[in-house]
């Protein structure tokens, strides 16, 4: 198969015959978390000659491709012309890496020797599952839970299970779950394609549980690895955003997320989800008036107007994806909502509840974090 350039992106077809694995780590001024992710990659009990790793630079101005090409010559390092962001940079990447699987990895990401085996075996078990996921523990407190395995709530936000709860059992039972996390996950490139990869407007953000979402309405699955474990800085990679804050990162989820909603759901399941997400934005902003924080109300209104904004002004794109979504489909919204796979209104309030108190607890351990 020839590989169409992209940018830069070289021929990977004529450095030598592909891998069945690509390990891809994207990086954006990332320097200073590259020797802890390589390093772990060097010591994965896989055999080398099974995958390759790369790294993928959006236009570092920090000297990371200089880094890796001393201190990692073992890795392949391609670099883009600008920042095309989480969601391009990978469908670039995947365009010219024509391997079976492709590991996505995030450069704040450290894997355990055992990371890739279990995920492996767990894609080549079923020709029908698109992506599998580790467990992902918090880098500084790695006794709690980041990501073991994700659902969607009624308006298309991502909820990680197990999010700053302390590791157990309960968490080493492998399972189906509608996403995995893209800080460190395993996918089969051929149903990648199929999907059309990242939606490139998210940028950053969601895209990973609505390319998972997607995946399930047109009959693929995913499932949650215990046994791949990898500790996450949880939030490393994006402080390198220069110019970008945490308001921005909001900005791009509260879009995100309302934009998988308009692609993802069947029409008479729209009819109750748009008018609950539109009041749920409304007693968002409200509530931090009445809790007297009128500067945070103001925030998550420009947050909400500029998301709102954005799907007004590209809703001719947005019902052309929801068509090629609604014609894929083979699993309905009814059916992944009696797997537990999407939350109802009355299961996110008391979701909500449980994850304050973990909040608090956890503030305890995870400094900086709240």
Not at 30 to 43: D, N, T, V, Y
Not at 165 to 171: G, L, V
Not at 194 to 200: K, N, T, V
Request: aromatic share 12%; charged share 25%; net charge positive.
């Amino acid at each position: 198969m020839s590989l169409e350039r992209k940018n830069n992106m070289p021929d990977v077809a004529s450095e030598g015959k592909l891998k069945k694995v690509a390990i891809v780590v994207i990086n954006y001024n990332g320097k200073e978390h590259l020797r802890e992710c390589f390093e772990s990659l060097s010591q994965l009990s896989h055999p080398s000659e099974e995958y390759d790793v790369y790294m993928i630079d959006n236009n570092s101005s920090d000297g990371s491709v200089e880094f890796v090409n001393t201190n990692f010559s073992w890795v392949h390092v391609f670099s883009f012309d600008k920042n095309y962001g989480f969601a391009k940079g990978y469908n670039m990447a995947i365009d010219a890496i024509d391997s079976k699987y492709i590991a996505l990895l995030n450069n704040d990401v450290r894997v355990s020797e055992n990371w890739l085996c279990p995920l492996i075996r767990a894609l080549d078990a079923d020709e029908k599952r698109f992506a599998v996921g580790s467990k992902l523990l918090f880098y500084d407190t790695p006794d709690r839970i980041n990501h073991a395995g994700a659902i969607v709530g009624f308006n298309g936000s991502g909820m990680d299970f197990g999010f700053l709860d302390k590791d157990s059992p309960m968490y080493n039972v492998e399972k189906e779950t509608l996403a995995t996390c893209g800080a460190a996950m395993l996918v089969r490139r051929s149903i990648w394609k199929r999907l059309g990869g990242f939606d490139e407007s998210y940028f950053a953000y969601c895209e990973d549980s609505d390319l998972c979402w997607r995946a399930w309405i047109a009959g693929y699955t995913c499932l949650y690895v215990p046994e791949s474990v990898a500790l996450h800085k949880f939030g490393g990679t994006w402080k390198f955003e220069k110019g970008k804050s945490v308001p921005a990162k909001n900005a791009y989820i509260e879009k995100n997320k309302l934009i998988s909603i308009l692609k993802n759901y069947e029409v008479p399941t729209l009819f109750w989800v748009l008018p609950l997400t539109i009041a749920y934005d409304v007693i968002k902003i409200i509530m931090q008036f009445i809790r007297r924080k009128p500067s945070l109300g103001m925030a998550i209104a420009g947050n909400l107007f500029h998301a709102y904004a954005y799907v007004f002004q590209n809703m001719t794109t947005i019902i052309r994806k929801r068509k090629d979504v609604q014609q894929n489909r083979q699993v309905s919204d009814k059916k992944l909502i009696q797997k537990g796979f999407i939350y109802l209104p009355r299961q996110l309030l008391r979701r909500w509840k449980m994850r304050k108190r973990l909040i608090l607890e956890a503030s305890l351990y995870l400094p900086g974090h709240v």
